[in-house]
């Protein structure tokens, strides 16, 4: 991106809403090292402060052209649809993602498409079946998914179930080589970024995916329980 073009608005989604959740320290975490990085704006989005209602349209969200009969679902619509990209945090729960991170995706379609998705995850196995589910929805959507995630570890697990939040950054020290990776290879469209070109949602759409690709990186995940 330009020097003049706007910063670029990431998401973090906060996928949990139940009692005594473990996702608002990796969420803060996540949100702190966003904070950190030049030409971007994040944004923790809680779903408990987005209490909407089971999805039981009968027309597609793709068919809405955004407009809706919900404020609640309204009110959803204008958080996502201005963002650039998006970070999800969310647990595995019995091979899956949670039913309330499902149905916030359900209730929009226009404002998912054509940007970035990346995914922290916990639980069994890392939460990589959560993740990979959540890639499925994420394509359906016309998202970009961002090939790794980071899965947290068991140890990182269980000395960040000690902290308050937010936590201290400190206890991810661990999952921090996962973070801010240098790609081995150029980033498809890499040329755009940094150029002083019009700001519409394709070249955004790539320097929000290069965000999101070098904050996320490769790396084996180990298997984590919780």
Not at 54 to 66: C, I, N, W, Y
Not at 107 to 132: C, D, M, N, Q
Request: with cysteine; aromatic share 8%; glycine share 8%.
């Amino acid at each position: 991106m330009s020097n003049d073009a706007p910063a670029l608005s990431i998401k973090v989604i906060l996928g949990s809403t139940r009692e005594g959740r473990f996702g608002d320290k990796p969420a803060h975490w996540i949100l702190g090292e966003l904070g950190q990085r030049p030409g971007v704006e994040a944004e923790l989005l809680d779903l408990r402060d987005f209490p909407l209602p089971f999805f039981d349209r009968a027309t597609a969200p793709s068919r809405e052209g955004g407009k809706y009969a919900s404020p609640a679902v309204t009110r959803w619509s204008e958080k996502i649809g201005p963002a650039d990209a998006f970070v999800v945090v969310a647990p595995e729960y019995n091979h899956g993602y949670p039913a309330v991170l499902k149905n916030a995706f359900d209730h929009l379609f226009p404002e998912w498409a054509r940007k970035p998705i990346g995914f922290v995850s916990y639980g069994s196995v890392g939460g990589a079946r959560a993740i990979e589910q959540l890639r499925l929805v994420a394509v359906e959507l016309q998202m970009w998914p961002i090939r790794h995630a980071i899965h947290l570890p068991l140890d990182v697990y269980l000395a960040a179930l000690k902290e308050p939040v937010p936590p201290n950054p400190a206890v991810f020290a661990p999952a921090q080589e996962r973070l801010w990776h240098r790609p081995r290879r150029p980033v498809p469209g890499r040329a755009l970024v940094g150029r002083a070109r019009p700001q519409g949602r394709p070249q955004r759409g790539v320097a929000a995916a290069r965000y999101c690709s070098t904050m996320i990186s490769a790396g084996s995940a180990r298997a984590t329980t919780g």
